[in-house]
């Protein structure tokens, strides 16, 4: 189809965002999708339409009209069939299956577009609005995230009804739009027709989406050490950031911990709670603890899988998340080194690195032993940070519990013709 007249300045800035690009087009078979097809066609590199069938009474009608979309606008069309699982939210299955076959059926260098307009953003903030939400949530849906593009987040809906209009396109309105249980539908249907027009509701969106990008900016400067099934964020810097800073950096926690799930304002609270220490551990829930460790507030995806027990041995000995340095010199050692994060053996046996059990002891220079849970206690790590420490024994008694201290067990010294040395490289 040729082009007929100029477009709306809206749709001329939504177009301008394709030029270049080689796109897929998300074709519903509705109006804002079959505006979407046409303004791609119009400015992209190339374009094709993928239409997804989810199964449902009106699906076989709404595939009918996408397919006539593509052909009136002169672009390629594929449909995929999906089975959408049951669940709490049919919408919801139904978005996630769509999504994952639509990202299927793109192609390397292929992006992604869905007819999402200003309505569709004014709807979704005032939905997170009703939720509670801040200016993540309110902050509405993103023009762009990852491969997916949404041009015409800017465009109101009437406008491309209009276009549809103006170039006689086939589109369907989708009957399940008109579902007054759904809540998007009572918002879309009865609420925003009587709040002005929706751009002006969309830019709100904008703003706080502009300003909720700064503070997550501000939230990943903060470090966040990532282990196997555990995030550690530093307890000190959490203690004194903004908390709208602060609430980022645990988000972004439990998303790595997690992922993708970012967490409820409940985890959150709990999180703060921990942090400065009203509770020493908290369950978040979606099997995630929270607990002080080392100056760190610890993330763990619980787990009974501890790490298996190995043989302390040179070059490197890994252990969970830790890394120990190890070598063996049959020497004197020029210098020995000094704190607890390393050690030095002399003419020891074979060292095994295991987890805590009950009962493991540390001997002491001056004769007798210390239980290891007072070790730890001493040095303020808590039941949960215990769990997987590695403890480096032989003949069932501690020589060295890396980052607390070394057993008396095997000291070396300037005397000692062997020795092996020992230092963490990567603490868990």
């Not at 015409?152 to 249980?181: C, I, K, Q, T, W």
């Not at 969970?320 to 704190?339: F, H, M, Q």
Request: aromatic share 4%; net charge negative; proline share 8%.
């Amino acid at each position: 189809m040729a082009p007929s007249g100029e477009l709306d300045p809206s749709l001329e800035r939504a177009g301008e965002r394709l030029v270049g690009r080689s796109c897929v087009v998300a074709l519903s078979g509705g109006p804002d999708s079959a505006a979407l097809a046409f303004v791609a066609h119009r400015f992209g590199l190339s374009v094709r339409a993928i239409h997804v069938d989810h199964g449902q009474p009106a699906s076989a009608a709404l595939a009918a009209a996408a397919k006539k979309i593509a052909a009136e606008v002169g672009i390629p069309f594929d449909k995929v069939s999906v089975d959408v699982p049951d669940g709490a939210s049919f919408e919801d299955q139904a978005r996630q299956v769509r999504y994952a076959a639509l990202h299927d059926s793109c192609e390397a260098g292929e992006v992604l577009l869905t007819g999402h307009s200003a309505d569709d953003n004014a709807e979704t903030f005032l939905l997170n609005l009703l939720r509670g939400a801040g200016l993540t949530g309110l902050g509405g849906i993103p023009m762009e995230r990852g491969s997916v593009i949404r041009p015409l987040l800017e465009v109101p809906r009437s406008v491309l009804a209009a276009l549809v209009e103006s170039e006689g396109l086939s589109a369907m309105a989708d009957p399940s739009n008109e579902d007054l249980a759904h809540a998007r539908n009572r918002i879309r249907n009865e609420v925003l027709p009587t709040l002005g027009p929706p751009e002006v509701i969309a830019r709100a969106a904008r703003l706080a989406s502009d300003d909720d990008h700064v503070l997550h900016g501000l939230a990943a400067e903060v470090p966040i050490r990532v282990g196997s099934n555990r995030v550690s964020i530093p307890v000190g810097a959490l203690r004194t950031l903004p908390r709208p800073i602060g609430n980022r950096v645990i988000r972004r926690g439990l998303r790595l911990v997690n992922p993708p799930y970012p967490g409820t304002s409940r985890m959150i609270d709990a999180v703060w709670s921990v942090a400065t220490g009203a509770t020493g551990r908290a369950e978040l829930g979606e099997g995630v603890i929270a607990y002080v460790s080392q100056a760190s507030v610890v993330l763990e995806q619980g787990t009974d899988d501890s790490p298996r027990p190995v043989v302390l041995s040179a070059p490197r000995t890994v252990f969970g998340d830790w890394v120990l340095a190890v070598s063996e010199r049959p020497a004197t050692p020029p210098a020995l080194p000094i704190g607890p994060g390393c050690a030095v053996f002399a003419d020891p046996p074979e060292l095994l690195v295991r987890s805590p059990l009950p009962g493991d002891r540390v001997p002491l220079r001056q004769g007798g032993h210390k239980d290891l849970a007072d070790v730890f206690a001493e040095a303020r790590i808590s039941q949960d940070g215990r769990r997987n420490w590695p403890v480096v024994v032989a003949d069932e008694l501690v020589w060295w519990v890396p980052g607390v201290r070394q057993g008396w067990l095997g000291w070396g010294d300037t005397s000692s013709d062997r020795y092996l040395m020992a230092n963490i490289l990567l603490e868990g």
